[in-house]
C-alpha cells in the first residue's frame, strides 16, 4: 500500500506539473489574440464577441487564476467549441482520440507478439542462423523512421498490389470487422515493426542472461521440457525492461501516430492537433496535449505497479 500511495503522489505531482505548464502555454504564444481572432474571422464579429471570445479563453486574468479555470474546464468539460467550425471540441477530441488509442494499441500488441516468440527463439539458438537474421532485421526496423517506412508500404500495398485502401478511415469494428482491418493494418505494421525491433533485441538480451543462470540449469539437470524452461522459468524474470520499455514507448507511440496518421490520413487526436495548431485552434490544442500527456502518465503508473508483481523487491524499494 505504501509504494502504491508513493507512485500516486507522484502521479498527482506529474499532472499538476503538466496541466499547469499547459495553461500558461496559450499567453506565452506570440499575438495569441490576434491569431485567435484571425482564426475566427475578424470580419464576422464585432468588438464585443471579439472581448466575449477572449474572455471565454481567460487570457487576461492573473496565473492562478488561469489555473483555476483551466482546471474547472477540464474537470466539467466544459472545453467550449472550435473556432472555424463551431463544433463542441470536447466531441472532436473524443473521436480523435478513440481512433488514436486504438491504433496506439494495436500497434503495442503487434510489436509484442512479434517480439517476444522471435526473442525466446533467438535467446534459445543464441549466435545461430535465426538470432543473427533477426538482429539484424531488427536493426534495419530501429533505423528506419515512420514516415519512410508508412512511404514504402503504401506503395507496394496500397498503390502496387492494392490489398489496402490508400486513405483509411476509422470503421467501427463490430460494424464491419472486415474493413476495419483493411484500414488500421497498414497504419498499426508502421507502428509495431520499429518497437518489435527494439523490443525483440532488449528482450533476447535478457534472456541469454536469465538462460545461463543457476536456477535455469538446475531445471534442466531435473529434465524440465526446453518450452517450460523458456516461457514457464526464463521469460517472467526477462521481462523487466521490455515492460519499461514498452511503458517508456508509449510516448514515441504518441509521436508516431501523428506521422502515420498525416500520412494514412486517419483523422486521429494526433492529426487533429497538428491541424488545430495550423488552424490557431490553441484551446483545442490544449485540452489535446493534456489527454495526451494524462496518457502517458498513467501508464507508466501503471506499469510502476505493475513491477511490484514482477519482482517483490521493487515494493520495498531494494531495486533501482
Known amino acids: 500500500m505504501r509504494y502504491f500511495l508513493r507512485k500516486l503522489l507522484q502521479l498527482v505531482i506529474v499532472v499538476f506539473a503538466v496541466t499547469f505548464t499547459v495553461s500558461l502555454a496559450l499567453g506565452a504564444i506570440p499575438y ?120 514504402i508500404l503504401g506503395l507496394l500495398f496500397t498503390v502496387r498490389w492494392k490489398l489496402f485502401p490508400a486513405i483509411s478511415t476509422d470503421v467501427g469494428f463490430f460494424e464491419a470487422p472486415w474493413d476495419h482491418f483493411r484500414n488500421f493494418f497498414l497504419p498499426t505494421i508502421v507502428l509495431a515493426l520499429p518497437l518489435a525491433g527494439a523490443y525483440m533485441r532488449l528482450l533476447r538480451s535478457d534472456l541469454v542472461n536469465t538462460l545461463q543462470s543457476d536456477f535455469i540449469t538446475t531445471a534442466r539437470a531435473k529434465g524440465v521440457s526446453t518450452p517450460r524452461i523458456l516461457f514457464g522459468h526464463a521469460l517472467r524474470p526477462s521481462l523487466f525492461s521490455l515492460v519499461t520499455a514498452a511503458a517508456v514507448n508509449v510516448g514515441a507511440l504518441v509521436g508516431g501516430s501523428v506521422v502515420v496518421e498525416t500520412a494514412f490520413n486517419l483523422n486521429g487526436l494526433g492529426r487533429r492537433t497538428v491541424l488545430g495548431i495550423f488552424a490557431s485552434e490553441f484551446r483545442l490544442v490544449q485540452i489535446t496535449v493534456v489527454i495526451l500527456a494524462l496518457v502517458y502518465v498513467i501508464t507508466n503508473f501503471l506499469v510502476d505497479i505493475l513491477y511490484g508483481f514482477l519482482d517483490p523487491r521493487v515494493r520495498v524499494g531494494r531495486l533501482g
Open 32 to 151: 495569441a489574440e490576434e491569431r485567435i481572432i484571425a482564426a475566427k474571422g475578424s470580419g464576422a464579429i464585432n468588438e464585443e464577441e471579439k472581448n466575449k471570445l477572449l474572455d471565454s479563453l481567460n487570457l487576461r486574468e492573473p496565473t492562478l487564476v488561469q489555473y483555476g479555470y483551466f482546471v474547472g474546464d477540464l474537470v466539467t468539460l466544459d472545453w467550449g467549441v472550435t473556432l472555424n467550425g463551431n463544433q463542441p471540441i470536447s466531441t472532436s477530441i473524443s473521436d480523435g482520440l478513440g481512433i488514436s488509442l486504438r491504433l496506439m494499441i494495436y500497434g503495442q500488441l503487434v510489436a509484442l507478439l512479434i517480439a517476444i516468440p522471435a526473442a525466446v527463439f533467438a535467446a534459445y539458438r543464441s549466435g545461430g542462423l535465426f538470432d543473427r537474421f533477426s538482429t539484424t532485421v531488427s536493426f534495419g526496423f530501429i533505423s528506419t523512421p515512420n514516415y519512410v517506412l508508412a512511404t
